[in-house]
């Protein structure tokens, strides 16, 4: 069954564990996305604001890093209470991150970006626990899906299945109700959405509008 990750992006900060608290008995994780201004222009927050939720949520805290430096802050963020830990290939030395992601105990997490060829993050499946699809560009929430990289998803998951790897396939951007059935089909295991639930009149009805569409 697909696993359904809101993003904490698109919930109001003013209540942020009120929004959380909405969705938690209906969701699978909690999609945080960490933006450093330089990697991407947006700003959005970092381990502080992680620890300040973790009390208030056992839910998985699935943390992306949107940041040019991430290896100064893996440790911040496994202090903090997160679960797993999503860098970008893009940035480079990917082998010692996702090593360093591992010897902290937390879940592996490569992202690429849409213009990213499969090519860059095929040779880490074997080091990963999770592929991070982008179907937006990086740093704004709100764009609307880009189709084309469903592509990417199709071609890692013959890969992972025909090395009999355990690795979830997870995309993030744009996804609603209408598009989750369409990712799911191409092998997608999780599905983040911010606007898409919590940017509804009910997130966590919208949650389980979305987990119907992909069954």
């Known amino acids: 069954m697909v696993k359904i ?3 904490i992006l698109a919930a109001d900060f003013a209540h942020l564990a009120a929004d959380v608290a909405r969705v938690g008995g209906d969701v699978d994780l909690l999609h945080v996305d960490c933006m450093d201004g330089h990697y991407v222009p947006n700003l959005t927050i970092g381990p502080p604001v992680v620890a300040a939720l973790r009390p208030h949520t056992d839910v998985f805290l699935d943390c992306h890093l949107m940041v040019d430096n991430p290896g ?4 911040a963020f496994a202090q903090a209470g997160a679960d797993g830990l999503s860098v970008h ?15 902290l105990g937390l879940r592996r997490g490569l992202a690429l970006e849409p213009e990213t060829s499969y090519d860059a993050v095929e040779p880490y499946l074997g080091q990963i626990d999770l592929l991070l699809v982008m179907s937006v560009h ?8 880009i189709p084309e990289v469903l592509s990417k998803v199709r071609a890692a998951r013959g ?6 790897l355990a690795v979830e396939i997870e995309i993030d951007g744009g996804i ?13 295991d999780i599905l983040v959405s911010g606007t898409g639930i919590f940017g509804a009149d009910d997130p966590a009805a919208a949650v389980r509008a979305m987990r119907a569409a992909t069954s």
């Not at 990086?138 to 899906?145: R, V």
């Open 159 to 164: 890969d992972i299945e025909r090395r009999a």
């Open 89 to 103: 290939v893009e940035l480079g030395d990917t082998q010692a991150l996702l090593a360093e992601i591992a010897a």
């Open 5 to 7: 990750a809101p993003s």
């Open 138 to 145: 990086t740093g704004y929430g709100g764009q609307p899906f």
């Open 72 to 75: 100064r802050l893996l440790h």
């Open 176 to 188: 609603k109700v209408a598009n989750a059935g369409q990712a799911c089909e191409a092998g997608v």
